[in-house]
Nanobody
Framework: QVQLVESGGGLVQAGNSLRLSCAPS??????MGWFRQAPGKEREFVAS????????YYADSVKGRFTISRNNANNTVYLQMNNLRPEDTAVYYC?????????????????WGQGSRVTISS
């Protein structure tokens, strides 16, 4: 069973930045994704990176502001979030799958982190 340990998140004012981290257990390489769920809303795709790291995808709402990356030395995946907006407020989840492509569907992910709360004040 793969465990994904998330860290980061918190409360910041609009325009500021936060970084989320997600460390998978074991040594396998995964396609990684970030999703978020705001109160009263469905979980939505934020960003993903393929197993190879060669492909990344972003939701239109975060493109140009968020960056997904991976530290190959420790397999930790990051979500750098800049110029945050109040509408970015949500619980953010990292997810992993052994699929090779950087899928954007939460249905394709097999493992999930515990969630990190991000609150952006105006």
């Amino acid at each position: 069973q793969v465990q994904l340990v998330e860290s980061g998140g918190g409360l910041v004012q609009a325009g500021n930045s936060l970084r989320l981290s997600c460390a998978p257990s074991g040594t396998s390489w995964y396609t990684m994704g970030w999703f978020r769920q705001a109160p009263g809303k469905e979980r939505e795709f934020v960003a993903s990176m393929s197993r190879s790291g060669l492909s990344t995808y972003y939701a239109d709402s975060v493109k140009g502001r968020f960056t997904i990356s991976r530290n190959n030395a420790n397999n930790t995946v990051y979500l750098q979030m800049n110029n945050l907006r109040p509408e970015d407020t949500a619980v953010y989840y990292c997810a992993a799958t052994l699929r090779s492509g950087a899928t954007t569907s939460h249905l394709h992910y097999d493992y999930w982190g515990q969630g990190s709360r991000v609150t952006i004040s105006s």
